[in-house]
């Protein structure tokens, strides 16, 4: 991509409520660039950036990213408004601590409508326009828990990986239209995100799990105490769109990368006790 030198950029972001996201939203104010920034409901959290910034290049809006109508819709008001678009950022989603067993249908549902089914529906409003101009950047954010799994974590594992996977395909779909794409994969950031208002619980839980009990209130705990800094954090994804360089997976946190590299030795490891296994069971014609 070549990112805008002529004129303001355009960033459509989603998840701008707290944290990372409004930190995005701020910087992208200050440096005079274009912001659509979309929450689920009317946020006064936004309303706050015109205390710091000026805020005539926001278009706040209100969507459900679940609906696909709605997101369209939002895109639409995003062209209407500053008559392109350059970066698409998905930003949404929450936390949930529970074993797996302890997840109901519903909050699996949930899960997976934000974290999956709503960055699918920001692609397909926003990928048409990017292909067509051939150049863009999409940016969807996932955590290091997309790329390695722990105890108590597995449905938003389950999103994040998801997310992922989609997220890999589409760099490879997309290369030749010019559009970049860059999976976020963030530590432990200082953020409200393990607080009892951004991280969801089972509504039943059993005995059968007390170290995922106190894990939970072990993140709690964590609160305002993590490694991440979301300003750096902020700054840092900016500084890759704007160079159109790095890497698909942009590791944020030195807990992110030490969590990567546990990962890659422990499937080193896999892959070397399967080496003789995995080819018995080729087709003997092939």
């Given at each position: ?237 900016i500084d890759q769109v704007v160079s159109g360089a790095g890497a698909l997976r942009q590791l ?35």
């Amino acid at each position: 991509m070549s990112f805008p030198s002529d004129r303001p950029a355009t960033w459509f972001v989603t998840g701008t409520s707290r944290g990372p996201g409004l930190e995005l939203v701020t910087q992208l104010l200050q440096r005079g660039d274009n912001v659509a920034a979309t929450t689920r409901s009317t946020d006064r959290r936004l309303a706050a950036i015109g205390e710091r910034v000026d805020t005539t290049r926001l278009l706040p809006l209100t969507v459900d990213l679940r609906n696909e109508a709605a997101v369209k819709q939002a895109v639409d008001q995003t062209i209407g408004r500053f008559d392109n678009l350059d970066v698409v950022v998905s930003n949404a989603g929450y936390g949930f601590l529970a074993a797996v067993k302890e997840t109901s249908a519903r909050e699996v549902r949930d899960m997976l409508d934000v974290q999956v089914v709503g960055v699918w529906n920001v692609l397909r409003a926003t990928l048409p326009i990017l292909r067509e101009q051939k150049s863009g950047h999409v940016v969807n954010v996932s955590s290091i828990l997309g790329l390695t799994a722990v105890p108590g974590w597995g449905l938003y594992c389950a999103g994040k990986f998801a997310l992922e996977g989609l997220t890999e395909a589409l760099a490879a779909e997309v290369a030749d239209f010019g559009v970049k794409v860059t999976i976020v994969e963030p530590g432990y950031f200082r953020a409200d995100f393990l607080t009892k208002d951004s991280l969801a619980l089972p509504a039943d839980t059993t005995d059968a799990y007390p170290a995922i009990r106190e894990m939970t209130q072990g993140h709690l705990d964590l609160q305002g105490s993590q490694l991440g800094d979301p300003v750096k954090g902020a700054a840092a994804i900016i500084d890759q769109v704007v160079s159109g360089a790095g890497a698909l997976r942009q590791l944020l946190g030195s807990d992110a990368h030490a969590y990567a590299t546990a990962k890659v030795e422990a499937l080193r490891v896999n892959l070397d006790a399967t080496a003789q296994t995995a080819p018995t069971t080729d087709h003997p014609t092939a």
